[in-house]
């Protein structure tokens, strides 16, 4: 399919997709299963390290494919410019980490603005991560986790290519990455209130580092001194209970 283009032409329509449910279906079974379909396919490249947005998808009722090969990385980029019929016009794979915002996010209510401004340069200042990561509020449908890290699509493949080709040049170059914190969750609601009465003291930090490291826990491996820190913090704040 990815090497010969009037092949493809021939079976794309026929192509069958596992799903993390272990089914399999046509892009077109895809769009139809998904009620919240919007030229958007969600797929997992590792579905024991991504397991907790899987089960938030789960809950919506959206089916999540299993892109977990190398070449799969070519592959959906010749589906998405590949011409297709009116429904799958323009489709685009995104991965379950970076599309929690498009099926769980609800709006923000404008009157909690403020609090929401104070948390984010709390964020800021306790993280330090520099100008490539952002971090913004947003108010998901599901309250299980406090925070998650979002990466673009784009720039998650540029660096599976720059792999997959072994060029190490990717290595050197910045990540634009983005914490969203989950103003549904009980913990970043309570953090939130904290630091709206003016308690930025060293429990809030902590706690602040401590969602920081459950969200980097759910994209992907931990190295040693990320690991050894998130025990750390927490072994200190269960004694706290």
């Known amino acids: 399919c990815v090497r010969d283009q009037k092949f493809f032409e021939k079976v794309k329509n026929s192509v069958l997709y596992k799903t993390t449910a272990g089914k399999y279906m046509t892009l077109a079974e895809y769009a139809a299963a998904n009620e919240h379909f919007d030229k958007k396919v969600y797929y997992t490249d590792d579905k024991k390290q991504q397991a907790a947005y899987i089960a938030m998808f789960d809950k919506q009722n959206v089916p999540i494919l299993e892109l977990d090969k190398l070449l799969d990385i070519q592959f959906v980029g010749a589906v998405e410019h590949a011409e297709q019929d009116e429904t799958l016009k323009d489709v685009k794979f995104v991965r379950v980490d970076s599309g929690v915002s ?5 709006e923000n209510s404008e009157e909690n603005k403020e609090n929401n401004e104070k948390l984010v340069k709390f964020f800021e200042k306790t993280l330090n991560k520099g100008e490539h990561f952002q971090i913004a509020c947003e108010t998901l449908k599901d309250a299980t986790v406090p925070a998650f890290l979002g990466l673009s699509e784009e720039s998650r493949r540029f660096a599976d290519m720059m792999k997959m080709y072994g060029n190490g040049m990717s290595a050197g170059l910045p990540q634009e990455l983005t914490l969203s914190l989950n103003l549904s969750n009980p913990l970043m609601q309570k953090l939130e209130k904290r630091i709206a009465d003016g308690n930025e003291d060293e429990l ?7 969602v920081y490291m459950l969200a980097l826990v759910a994209q992907r491996p931990l190295e040693a001194d990320e690991l050894s820190e998130f025990l750390a913090l927490s072994s200190e704040l269960y004694t706290r209970l």
Do not use: S, T, Y
Request: net charge neutral; hydrophobic share 40%.
């Open 102 to 106: 498009d099926i769980l996010k609800e």
């Open 204 to 210: 809030a930090e902590k706690l602040a580092k401590q």
